[in-house]
């Protein structure tokens, strides 16, 4: 492990140097609809996730005042969200590049709130940064950031460290034992096992490589002077040069071309994945298109949305501490949503699904050191509430939209007869040619279950149907049947005349003459 020498004194470097401040539509429509808000609601989460970049205005003061020409330039590598393979190969890649472009150093810039890797994983990174050809430096910040984990324990075996005002480290757990170097914090490793501690904490317990004031290290620029003076093998790192004003005062000033770098965009895109409120997310709208591609008569882009969707999760829940059973209970919900679909009213399967998707939703990630792993309130809220819409209220409107197009009739079935499955009264389920149908009553007449009915209209997916016998007359019927008898008389009056008068036996036709 390289120790360093002739580090200068950030109180009087910051003294004279100050940075810059920092329903019922259309299921086309439908489909159409739902996949931009479930896009829109991860892009949102993906700008407010740990992987965004909000010390943008603290990185961008560093400038290079006229640098020498024979100074080499500082790499920093900025490093956001979960610490899991992706940022592991991000680190590595960024170690061999800037031996191979030239580098005087590489500064790592940390806020990840936890690990997801494995021990042995972190234990080979530790091993590559106490071994690299190039100094590294780390620092957690800006302002608010976190650096909590076994991954931690890179702050044991780099070259310089150091924090910004309001970061905090800790939750390291067991010191593990890379083969090139030794993870000792001191007096502090009980603490940093199972805690964390803030800027004046970790300067009290010498947590941190170099010398600092009261107010830490608040941005990059302020750490790439950190590193001015850093000896390795005789190499001595020049990061800034002392400026003599006009006025006979000085400062310091940057004259090492600093170069940023981050994740490309193939990589950004599977590390916003693997975050748990964006796996979540994905993971529920990806089985909700699955399903919902099952009753569209559509040419399949809901299922080939939910398809990518549900990949995308599933890389996501292979790299978080994920809870398989909770996974499990989260597809058996939508399994209970898709029987309610099928029969057209959301009962009880319903309630079952919205139940067992807050259970899952809950306990989908298991806690690690320092990190809860739960989906963000806003992430359950948007998840359980669009789910429970979805299945109450978008689902059973797509299905009569999708079966009440002309193109698919079902007039045929009227005056067919059935069987009552569940009691009809006003709302039911009944049986026609073996085949179950959601059903309500025609002209509120009560059907039992276990009656006979007779299908007496079709409404989409609903039939109407009443009773076999003893059906309540429909008073249009009443007034047809009294209109016809009307209309009788009138073309033969004769006919009821005959059937009104009284009759007269044959012996009484003299004595009707004589009165």
């Known amino acids: 492990m390289h120790h360093s020498q002739g580090l200068p004194d950030l109180h009087e470097c910051q003294r004279h140097r100050r940075g810059p401040g920092w329903l019922g539509q259309r299921p086309g429509a439908l489909v159409r609809r739902l996949v931009i808000v479930v896009f829109a609601a991860l892009a949102m989460l993906g700008l407010a996730a740990p992987t965004s970049h909000a010390q943008d205005d603290e990185t961008d003061d560093v400038v290079a ?7 080499a330039p500082v790499d920093v590598l900025q490093v956001s969200g979960l610490f899991d393979p992706i940022l592991v190969d991000a680190v590595e890649s960024a170690i061999d590049r800037a031996d191979s472009e030239g580098a005087q150093a590489l500064i790592l810039q940390v806020n990840s709130p936890g690990t997801v890797v494995s021990d042995d994983v972190v234990q080979d990174l530790l091993d590559r940064v106490a071994t690299a050809p190039i100094p590294i430096g780390i620092w957690v910040g800006p302002s608010g950031a976190r650096f909590y984990g076994t991954a931690g324990q890179l702050l044991a075996v780099a070259d310089v460290t150091g924090m910004a005002p309001g970061a905090r480290v800790g939750y390291f757990g067991v010191p593990l034992r890379p083969r090139s170097a030794e993870v000792d914090f001191g007096v502090a490793e009980e603490r940093l096992r199972n805690g964390s501690v803030g800027l004046s904490d970790a300067r009290a317990l010498n947590v941190f490589k170099q010398r600092v004031d009261d107010e830490g290290i608040p941005t990059i620029s302020s750490m790439v002077q950190a590193l001015d003076g850093f000896e390795e093998d005789g190499v001595v790192l020049e990061t800034t040069t002392l400026v003599v004003l006009d006025d006979g005062s000085s400062r310091f000033d940057t004259v090492a071309t600093v170069r940023f770098s981050k994740l490309s ?66 597809a058996v919900a939508m ?24 259970i899952g939703s809950w306990f989908l990630f298991e806690p690690i050191p320092g990190n809860s792993m739960r989906p963000s309130w806003i992430a359950l809220v948007a998840g359980i509430g669009g789910i429970a819409l979805t299945f109450i209220a978008g689902m059973p409107s797509m299905v009569r939209t999708r079966f009440a197009t002309p193109t698919i009739g079902r007039e045929w079935m009227i005056g067919k007869q059935g069987v009552v499955i569940d009691a009809v009264d006003p709302d039911g389920v009944v049986e026609v040619d073996t085949a179950r149908w959601r059903a309500r009553t025609n002209r509120a007449t009560p059907v039992e279950a276990g009656d006979t009915i007779r299908v007496a209209a079709i409404d989409g997916i609903t039939l109407e149907v009443e009773p076999l016998e003893g059906a309540a007359r429909d008073y249009r019927e009443m007034r047809g049947r009294r209109k016809g008898a009307t209309d009788e008389q009138a073309v033969d009056p004769d006919v009821d005349n005959a059937d009104d008068a009284p009759s007269i036996a044959p012996g009484d036709d003299a004595e009707s003459a004589r009165h």
Request: with cysteine; glycine share 10%.
């Open 65 to 71: 005042v006229d640098p020498a020409v024979d100074v």
């Open 265 to 330: 965009l193939v990589d950004q895109l599977f590390h916003t994945v693997a975050s748990p409120p964006v796996t979540y997310l994905l993971l529920l709208a990806g089985l909700a298109l699955l399903v919902f591609e099952f009753f569209t008569a559509g040419v399949g882009v809901a299922g080939a949305v939910g398809a990518v969707c549900t990949v995308l999760a599933c890389t996501g829940l292979a790299v978080l501490t994920t809870r398989w059973w909770a996974v499990g209970l989260i």
């Open 335 to 358: 399994l209970a949503f898709a029987i309610d679909v099928q029969v057209g009213i959301p009962r009880f399967w319903t309630a079952v699904g919205i139940v067992a998707t807050i």
